[in-house]
């Protein structure tokens, strides 16, 4: 998906990897729910 091409490398099987790809959807949400009403 998109959001894997922005996340850094992390092995697909050691495990953590859906952790690390939540975490980066929710900053990516928070961020556009900050600044997107400013348009």
């Known amino acids: 998906t998109a959001i894997d091409k922005i ?14 790809k939540q975490g980066i959807i929710e900053k990516l949400m928070l961020f556009f729910e900050k600044y997107l009403g400013l348009v």
């Open 7 to 20: 996340m850094p490398p992390v092995s697909r099987f050691g495990g953590g990897r859906a952790a690390k």
